[in-house]
């Protein structure tokens, strides 16, 4: 089984020897690899929709892993039973649905010890989402799969503050490991700006002239982390 370097990135964050639950399955590509390749015991596998849950329904069936990847119907941590697995993933869909399943489930998320996420868009939301709310950013890791660069952040129970807003923009570990693709993901971001910039600049309104010093000021400091994040020393 050929899984993308986004998914391989995804099984190699989830702890050896975890019961695992994948939370938006979809075709159950991961769980099914984690079992299949030894790293997992066991696996849970949810799934919201029809289409997606009968894909995995036989996905799970050609590898013969139904006595392994437990398959079930339902909304994000909702199906599971707290203290059943030790990891959680949860990835390919965005921030604000991610924090919306963290938060329908106080019980079952307070029994878990780690979770991979990672969200399609708004990871900055995510993040000030789980520094707040209980959990450590315990590891992070940037992953190039095509054209993107997808943003993977690994939550443990714990406490951790976050002052400035542009470690929760790129992701503190990313910051501190100096990932190899932080540049191009500041780049990215810088781009971005300067299209909302184009935008604002349009408005002649006190709060648009606000708004436009806001951004320039973060360009200007993500434009200095860029290049203190290249550095040779
Ligand atoms: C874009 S796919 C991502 C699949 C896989 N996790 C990945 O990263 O490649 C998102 C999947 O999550 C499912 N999904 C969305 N919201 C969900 C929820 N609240 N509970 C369970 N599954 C959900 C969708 O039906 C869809 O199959």
């Known amino acids: 089984m050929r899984l993308s370097p986004r998914l ?20 159950a590509l991961l769980p099914i690899y984690l079992v299949s390749t030894g790293k997992c015991p066991r696996a849970v596998a949810v799934e919201l929709k029809e289409g ?7 996905a799970i069936e050609s590898f013969n892993m139904a006595g392994s990847v437990d398959l079930r119907r339902g909304d994000g941590l909702k199906p599971l039973v707290p203290g059943e697995v030790d990891a959680v993933v949860i990835a390919g869909m965005g921030a604000e649905q991610m924090i919306r399943i963290l938060e329908e489930s106080p019980q079952v998320r307070a029994s878990v010890p780690w979770f991979v996420l990672q969200p399609m868009e708004d990871a900055p939301k995510l993040r000030g989402y789980l520094v707040t709310h209980g959990f450590r950013l315990a590891d992070e890791e940037l992953v190039r799969d095509g054209d993107e660069i997808y943003e993977i952040i690994c939550a443990a129970p714990g406490q951790e503050h976050i002052e400035d807003e542009l470690l929760l923009e790129v992701g503190p570990r990313n910051v501190e490991r100096r ?8 780049e990215r971001r810088i781009q971005r700006y300067r299209r909302i910039l184009i935008q604002v600049e349009q408005g002649r309104t006190q709060r648009a002239v ?10 200007r400091r993500l434009d200095a982390l860029a290049r203190a994040v290249t550095r040779h020393d």
Do not use: C, F, N, S
């Not at 990932?179 to 500041?186: R, S, V």
């Open 8 to 27: 391989l990135k995804l099984a190699a964050k989830v702890p050896d020897y975890a019961v695992v639950a994948d939370i938006g399955t979809d075709h």
């Open 52 to 58: 997606p849950y009968q894909a995995a329904r036989t």
């Open 179 to 186: 990932d190899p693709l932080l540049p191009e993901l500041i």
């Open 210 to 219: 606000e708004a436009m010093r806001e951004i320039q000021e973060r360009i």
